[in-house]
């Protein structure tokens, strides 16, 4: 009977170490950009463009087990796609996520993107670089929900 229980509590605890997720659905966004290499505060705090805030309506699947990152956009008629998480630095509470993501019009262009995603403040600020302009581009979802399963 010890040995079934010592068992179970074995299988639980895998489970939920093997299954980290965040999940975050964000109503909500604003897109700032700034010619040039920046970091996300410059280009917020003095932008080229800002394109004021946006109501949207999009799921964003942070999946740390496979890594994977799975978007889908119910605001731009289902468009969605699962790119792979290249790295994750976690500082405290805040996980910053690495993708290669890819061009709209030409999928031979590769933008290097950043997420940084705080599960304790739930925020998610959204980066990236187009290195084709040249221009450094920040997303802070300003209204989201998230759900975290899995994180310790």
Request: with cysteine; charged share 20%; proline share 3%.
């Amino acid at each position: 009977m010890k040995k079934l229980l010592l068992l179970s509590v074995s299988l639980l605890i895998a489970a939920v170490s093997f299954s980290q997720k965040i999940k975050v659905t964000s109503t909500e966004a604003q897109i700032f950009n700034k010619f040039g290499i920046h970091d996300n505060n410059t280009v917020i705090e003095s932008p080229d463009e800002d394109r004021g805030n946006k109501v949207i309506d999009c799921d964003y699947i942070f999946d740390l087990e496979k890594m994977t990152s799975t978007f889908y956009s119910r605001s731009l008629g289902g468009v969605g796609n699962t790119l792979p998480i290249h790295n994750v630095t976690k500082q405290g509470s805040l996980y910053i996520l690495e993708i290669a993501d890819y061009g709209r019009i030409d999928a031979s262009f590769q933008y290097p993107v950043k997420i940084y995603v705080d599960v304790d403040a739930k925020t998610m600020l959204y980066t990236w670089y187009d290195q084709y302009l040249d221009r450094s581009f920040v997303q802070p979802s300003n209204k989201l929900t998230m759900s975290v399963s899995g994180m310790q």
